[in-house]
């Protein structure tokens, strides 16, 4: 089944043509285009204004697959969770799409996105843990499109507090990248931070917003800090926001699970995916990542398969997917819907 | 081509001056570099690395006082010049527009790098310009860290456009510079902004994330009376992780919402509907906003006004001129939270604008 998927749920317009579980093409629009010989950091100019950039990130999407209108079978897009007039574009876009090409239109969840961009054929029940700069969650995969929530954030996202630490520390924005750069040089022992939620006895829940306090609290009691002091900071920190991941993951490894799905930005972090591996080898799970970084950060690629993966596990029809009306944004949108 | 093994200052000069292409070893990789004031060569710069144009380059100072005759700093990219230079970083600011067209991004902004490796610095020093650096692989092949990593990926196309290779042997295998961009720091902007002064300043201290939480049910009660008569703006003002958004908990919780409220940094705008009387909340982040008073606008907040929604706005003081606007139309209240003496005690401030 060849795919058009449309994902806008935030800074990135994105589209991507997708067979089965194949991803043909996957354009996203970025300044990177500007910046790409600066090594991969790139400013956000202008990121929002998905609707003078959607016709012609279709455009590419298409010249790309070396693909037509024709050979579509379905148009997917991303519904929510997103930021509303965002996600409002994309589905603007793909039901002009649908209409003009009587094809099915089948809504898709960006986090479910995230969740199954590292989707293997192995056995159910599996874990799942999206990590980005929205979302932080922890499910149990017991089918595609059956989760059960096992631990979500309370205040602030993994990926969000990466990046306001990196900016706090005097390195930009987004810095979560340059953050795990400069945390290599230094000792994570360093410094004591607090381990979020050290005393919740059922580990349901995810929380930065403490640790981002004590970080700034910490940062303003040292005067003139030297470059090694940020990296020690940096590293601290880090270890720190990981370590909590890691509590709660473990919480809820059992023997019944044997693999883990991760996605997300944050699945980009070399130190994360190390820790992730230690853990679960003690449970004898195996981790499952995106096979390229282009699958971690926001991208329709992973729009297209979870349609695919939905439409062809839960069989559904396609002829069920024609009630265009029905398809609209929902900014706050759980998982399971 | 020539080759020497040395930092032969003169002849190195003398073939940047004369236009051409010198490949040099630095702390990172090896790099090919071409005189900064030649407006001929960004050409055979983009011809040697088979890019196309439009894509920006990074000069290479001798000094931050070089640097500055180049870009502006602001207080981010001094913190950085301060801490990381001379070494692998490039530090991306706003360009003057001093070096010839297709170095600079299109939008205006030149990365800047000080090289952490003395031969390299005192070339730059004696030349008394930057030179336009890259790294010497063609786009994307592999890193350089010696000159056979060069040579045996290019054409014999590009190894005409060399002028003259210093081969220092192999180098230690670092990663390639980390680039930083500072342009999207709006520190400057606030800083002469000023201090928000308020009319009819109140102020309470609170010890905990709890009575942070009260503070906002309080202020809600105050308030309450106009909802659904007029739009009402919290504004809140305060440093990172001070408890802004534990403060829209509390609010939410007053308001009778049940949903948990996260921090909205990344979708920079969530609503929320109260079970008790369907009165809407809204609350906005400004954090990661490129220019918060113009995507205030972009997120319609006319029509949360007209529509007489409760709106929290995080880092108010970013937008303060768009809000501004709607002193008329709306309640607006201003909260300013700071760290108190002990580890959580909070001054809580708030007055109208």
Known sequence: ?337 | MKKISKFDNKEIIKVLEAGGLVVFPCETVYGVAVDSSNCMVVEKLNKYKQRPLGKPYAIMCSGQKMAEEYVSLNKTAFNLYKRFLPGPVTVVSKGKGKVPKGIESETGTLGVRIPDYPDLLKLIKEFGRPIVATSANASYQRRPYKISDILENISEKQKKLIDLMIDAGELPHNEPSTVIDTTLDDETVILRQGEIKLKGKNEVLSRSDENTQNTAKELWQKYQDFAGKRAIIFCLEGEMGVGKTVFVKGLARAMGIRQQITSPTYDLLSCFQSTVDGQQLAHIDTWRMIDPNSELDDLNIKKLITDRSIIAIEWADKAIEEIRKYLSDAIIIWVKIRYGKNLSDRLISWGNL
């Open chain 1, 1 to 337: 089944m060849k795919i058009l998927a449309i994902d806008t749920s935030c800074d990135e317009t994105a589209v991507a043509i997708t067979h089965n579980t194949k991803v043909v093409s996957n354009k996203i629009w970025s300044q990177a285009v500007l910046h790409a010989s600066f090594g991969g950091v790139m400013p956000s100019l202008a990121q929002r204004q998905h609707q003078e950039r959607i016709d012609y990130i279709v455009n590419r999407a298409m010249l790309n697959a070396k693909c037509q209108m024709l050979n579509i079978d379905a148009i997917a897009v991303t519904i929510g969770p997103g930021l509303g007039i965002a996600l409002g574009v994309g589905i603007n876009k793909a039901k002009e799409l649908a209409i003009k090409y009587k094809l099915p239109l089948i809504p898709v969840n960006h986090v479910e996105g995230h969740l199954l961009s590292s989707f293997v054929n192995s056995k159910f029940p599996m874990l799942g843990l999206v990590l980005s700069g929205g979302t932080t969650m922890l499910c149990l995969v017991k089918n595609i499109g059956d989760y059960e929530i096992l631990a979500e954030t309370s205040d602030d996202a993994l990926g969000e507090a990466l990046d306001k630490a990196a900016r706090l520390l005097g390195l930009g924005y987004p810095g979560g990248a340059i953050l795990e750069k400069i945390a290599r040089l230094g000792d994570p022992n360093k410094y004591k931070l607090p381990l979020p939620l050290r005393n919740d006895k059922i580990k349901n829940r995810f929380s930065y917003s403490g640790l981002k306090t004590a970080l700034v609290r910490l940062f303003s009691t040292i005067k003139d800090p030297s470059k090694q002091d940020i990296y020690d900071l940096a590293a601290s920190f880090q270890s720190t926001a990981f370590d909590h991941i890691i509590r709660v993951l473990e919480y809820h490894c059992s023997q019944k699970v044997t693999s883990l799905l991760f996605g997300g930005g944050v699945a980009n972090n070399i130190l994360l995916k190390s820790k992730l591996r230690k853990l679960l080898k003690k449970y004898n799970i195996k981790l499952h990542v995106p096979y390229t970084k282009k699958l971690n950060g926001d991208n329709a690629g992973m729009i297209g398969v979870t349609a695919y993966l939905k439409i062809k596990n839960q069989k559904l029809k396609l002829e069920d997917f024609y009630n265009y009306e029905s398809v609209d944004r929902n900014p706050r949108l759980e998982l399971g819907y």
